[in-house]
């Protein structure tokens, strides 16, 4: 029954030949080893490429791969028990010499004589207290500081330096029990090292610490016998009848249905390799080769539930792991070697079976490269595919992902059945991070031919700022598919602040929320928007859309989106009207106003007050932005009738006014002269043109409207600066039947001191004369004005001639008395001291005398000196002055009196030969302190000679003003 029990649960497994079974057979022949043959075995171990294998004799047989034995004597009677620590190869041996007490011995495996046997390193006695008493198991430390001995049913505890000390510390671990300790493990876990002991009906681990070892009962209830427990890498394995028991350290474990009493179980590799005696005497059938009985030998893959290996072998006693391979010792001295199949065949036995997922363990088991794994799932994911397995193979397929590409997968569930396989390989490609555009936006389309909103948001709903799908093709999906607001939620979160902007104004409509959301922007996203869509906002949300744009040219920050400031009065946003004038914030740039003009098409009433706004808190804005606001003012406001009908024409009128006085340097004058014109804004246009110093174009405009006072008044208030306004108006004024009065009124202006030598008067008969009506009476008492001056200046011209011309004659009759005749000196005191005079004097031809002392130069009068160097100096910078044309030009230019100009020039004697040259070379040749003091006299004559003659040309050139106009 217990058997049967077993086949049921072995039968679930599959069953595969993954090992090659041989004798091992001596070199060059087909029969078994002889040396093996003869061997008697009583325990033994395997590592470091060499079977250990301890006798009845007390000999050790130490077996290389090419199953050459050498062997030692390592005790006198027998070998019950040895370990090999394969961190040191080192070799633990317990056996009897010739005492009832068990020794203990230590060999270096690495020191091999060349019989064979190793360096004897220690030995020690056990406890006298368990003499007699075998040692049915044995654990070593992988550090070597403990061995653990089963003794009946206790544990005997040795530490120790054991390589350098033969000193060591026995101790009980396990007081003695009645249960038989069958098996020990040492095992480190969390720096601690532990001791599993398996007894005949329990399992516990022992902590093994400085003063006190804690024991922990695991299974109270299972035990095993010596062969029927092993140790793997994790974990130690108990077989009874009832199946397989895994433990740890800190707790039992698994439990594997693999019922049927054990003969011996060891690990090898990842499998549990199991002996299973011949059938029990409850009447199932033995199954036998000749005589002997037959074990059943089996390798189980625990992990992925199948059997690697299984045959009858006659009656095993050993079962050893060394090489890669397992070695079965049997009762008639046969040894078979079992070596694992590569994996390459496994697999492929795998796949002609359709065990894909055993293949995939297997695969990864043995560490393949992840693309080969990937390679064995897709074909297990085929295969369940072809079956009609949909669900299986997705699952099968998202192990792929990273690995295989996604169409492969994507093109086999496009059918719309599958839309929900599909749906969740997609899911799990997003999550993994290997989802791109196009994959969102299947998805996405999946969820919403699905109509699965709620896993829709569960996708889109994302808790941080990093999503595992392309943000943008979820938006464009969901705006698509009419789900506005997860597309306007996702466009939040992630800063899409186009997509935000483009759902709100072109699908939502919203435009007061659009323009509250730029306004949370940074500068450089908040300007681009507004230049895409502030033609829009402008149009649909004027008032708010101006106060975003008056912050953006002034001082924008981005703020937290807060409802739309109040208009002010007279409908002017709240930034027009000075509620901006404080910055919120703090200034990050600033927009150039000129870009946003075109915005305000069609709204020339928020265009104004956002030029205004500018205007008013920018220094620095442009002169387009005045020009348009001028504009503004000027133009025909929309739906008035008229011009002047609009009821604001007049306060905008006064605001270009103003614009134009006091703020001339910001506008082009000439561009807002030609809107004055446009728009017949006549006080802007007189304005300018006196900015603009266009005296005769002011003059004209008043011709053109035959305003005569404001041409009168214009000649008044320009007629200094442009004395030529009176000539024009006379011009204008005698070409009119009706401006008699006006003409007398001119003609009266003409007599003005400051006018009378820029308008000759026969210039304004010629003028007058042009128009036969003139009646004579208009310009008699004109005519009779000017006679009367220019007789008064002939007479004033004739007795400054007569004065002169005697000045000048008693000047040439002094320099020829001082040439020709002896010059008396009456001086009788000194013109410096004003002491009498007494002799050394000295005498100069000017009539001024000194004492010696008293003169400072000789050569000069102290007196005249100053006088003589004036002269000299004014007749250098003359001669000097005659050379230059730009002086003389530009005074004539500048002059009203442009004769009278050339006529002083003459009279300096500017043009003459250079005076002042002869005098130097004359003053030169002269000697002595007489020739000195004749040349500064002459000098000094010839200087009132000049002058007396500068002014009889000048009165000469005045003559010429007597003439009678008439003539």
């Known amino acids: 029954g217990v058997q049967r029990g077993r086949m049921a649960v072995v039968c679930q497994w599959h069953r595969f030949q993954f090992f090659d079974k041989e004798l091992v057979k001596e070199e060059g022949s087909q029969q078994p080893h002889p040396t093996l043959e003869k061997l008697q075995l009583r325990c033994g171990t395997s590592g470091k490429g060499l079977l250990i294998l301890g006798e009845d004799d007390g000999s050790i047989s130490l077996v290389d791969r090419a199953f050459k034995v050498q062997a030692f004597s390592a005790y006198e009677q027998s070998v019950d028990r040895m370990y090999l620590v394969r961190e040191r190869n080192v070799l633990v041996t317990v056996g009897f010499d010739d005492s009832d007490s068990p020794i203990m011995k230590m060999w270096n495996m690495d020191n091999l004589d060349l019989n064979g046997t190793p360096d004897l390193i220690n030995s020690w006695r056990v406890d006298a207290k368990m003499k007699g008493v075998p040692v049915h198991c044995m654990a070593v430390s992988p550090d070597m500081t403990h061995i653990a001995l089963g003794m009946n049913g206790a544990v005997i505890g040795v530490s120790g330096d054991f390589l350098r000390d ?217 295969h369940l595919y072809i079956k009609g397995d949909y669900d299986g193979a997705i699952q099968q397929y998202v192990k792929t992902i990273g690995f295989l590409e996604p169409s492969y997968v994507i093109r086999k569930f496009l059918d719309a059945q599958r839309i929900r396989n599909l749906t969740d390989y997609l899911k799990q490609l997003h999550q993994k991070g290997k989802a791109n555009a196009d994959h969102t936006t299947l998805l996405l389309n999946c969820y919403t031919k699905l109509k699965d909103e709620k896993s829709l948001s569960d996708f889109l709903m994302v808790d941080s700022n990093e999503a595992n799908f392309d943000v943008e093709t979820a938006i464009k999906v969901c705006r698509q598919a009419g789900y506005y607001d997860k597309a306007l939620s996702l466009s939040k979160q992630f800063q899409q602040h186009d997509w935000y902007l483009k759902i709100q104004i072109e699908d939502q409509k919203n435009f007061k929320e659009a323009v509250n959301y730029i306004q949370t922007l940074p500068f450089a996203e908040a300007e681009n928007n507004v230049k895409k869509y502030g033609k829009t906002l402008m149009t649909e949300q004027p008032d708010i859309t101006t106060e975003l ?303 010696q002392s008293c003169a400072e130069n000789e050569d000069e009068c102290p007196v005249c000196a100053d006088d003589n160097r004036e002269t000299l100096e004014r007749l250098r910078s003359r001669a000097e002055n005659a050379t230059l044309n730009d002086p003389f030009f530009h005074q004539i230019e500048k002059t009203s009196d442009g004769f009278g100009a050339i006529a002083e020039y003459f009279g300096h004697g500017i043009f003459q030969p250079n005076l002042f040259m002869q005098h130097e070379d004359s003053a030169a040749g002269a000697g002595g302190v007489a020739a000195a003091s004749a040349a500064a006299a002459q000098a000094s004559a010839r200087a009132r000679v000049v002058s007396a003659a500068s002014q009889g040309v000048a009165a000469a050139s005045a003559a010429p003003r007597s003439t009678n106009p008439f003539v």
């Open 549 to 851: 744009l008056t912050r953006m040219c002034t001082n924008y920050a981005a703020a937290p989106v807060a409802p739309a400031a109040p208009s002010a009065p007279g409908g002017a946003p709240a930034a027009a009207a000075g509620i901006l004038d404080e910055p919120q914030g703090p200034s990050v740039e600033k927009a150039n106003p000129e870009e946003y003009i075109h915005l305000f098409v069609e709204q020339p009433f928020y265009l104004t007050q956002f030029l205004e706004y500018i205007t008013t808190h920018c220094l620095n804005a442009s002169q387009l932005l005045y020009d348009t606001l001028l504009e503004l003012y000027l133009q025909d406001p929309a739906g008035a009738a008229s011009y002047h009908s609009d009821p604001g024409s007049e306060e905008r009128l006064k605001k270009a006014e103003d614009l134009l006085k006091f703020s001339w340097h910001s506008y082009n004058p000439d561009h807002a002269l030609v809107l004055c014109k446009t728009h017949c804004f006549t006080k802007g246009v007189l304005l300018l043109l006196e900015k603009l110093n266009l005296y005769h174009d002011i003059l004209q405009h008043h011709m053109e409207n035959k305003d005569y006072l404001q041409i009168l008044d214009a000649c008044e208030k320009y007629g200094e600066k442009e004395p030529n306004l009176w000539m024009q108006a006379l011009s204008y004024f005698s070409c009119r039947d009706d401006c008699q009065d006006y003409i007398t009124t001119v003609l009266s202006k003409l007599d003005n001191s400051t006018l009378d030598n820029l308008i000759p008067p026969t210039q304004v008969i010629e003028i007058l004369a042009q128009r036969p009506a003139t009646k004579l009476s208009v310009v008699r008492d004109y005519i009779a004005r000017r006679l009367q001056q220019e007789n008064a200046l002939i007479q004033e011209d004739a007795a400054d001639i007569k004065k002169l011309r005697k000045s000048a004659e008693e000047m040439r009759a002094e320099l020829e008395e001082l040439r020709k005749g002896p010059v008396k000196f009456q001086q009788s005191k000194c013109s410096a001291c004003s002491r009498t005079l007494d002799l050394p004097a000295i005498h100069f031809l000017c009539k001024h005398s000194f004492h």
């Open 166 to 382: 033969r000193n060591v510390k026995f101790r009980i671990i396990r007081q003695p029990r009645d249960d038989l300790v069958t098996a020990l493990f040492f095992k480190f876990q969390n720096a601690v090292l532990s001791l599993f002991v398996v007894t005949q009906s329990s399992v516990s681990t022992f902590a093994i610490l400085p003063h006190k070892d804690v024991e922990k009962v695991l299974d109270s209830c299972i035990g095993g016998e010596s062969e029927c427990v092993a140790q793997t890498e994790d974990e130690v394995v108990v077989g009874t009848a009832s199946g397989m028991f895994h433990y740890d350290v800190d707790a039992k474990g698994a439990w594997d249905a693999l019922e049927g009493e054990k003969k011996m179980i060891c690990s090898f590799r990842g499998y549990l390799v199991t002996v299973y005696p011949p059938a029990s005497r409850d009447g199932a059938p033995d199954v036998r080769q000749g005589h002997a009985k037959m074990d059943q030998f089996f390798i189980y893959d625990i992990k992925n539930k199948f059997i690697a290996y299984h045959e009858p072998i006659p009656s095993i006693t050993h079962v050893f792991s060394e090489w890669g391979t397992l070695l079965v010792f049997t009762e008639e001295h046969k040894v078979f070697q079992l070596e694992e199949k590569d994996i390459q065949t496994k697999l492929e036995t795998l796949f002609k079976k359709s065990l894909y997922y055993v293949a995939i363990n297997i695969a990864t088991s043995h560490q393949y490269d992840q693309a080969s794994i990937t390679d064995i799932i897709t074909k297990y994911g085929d």
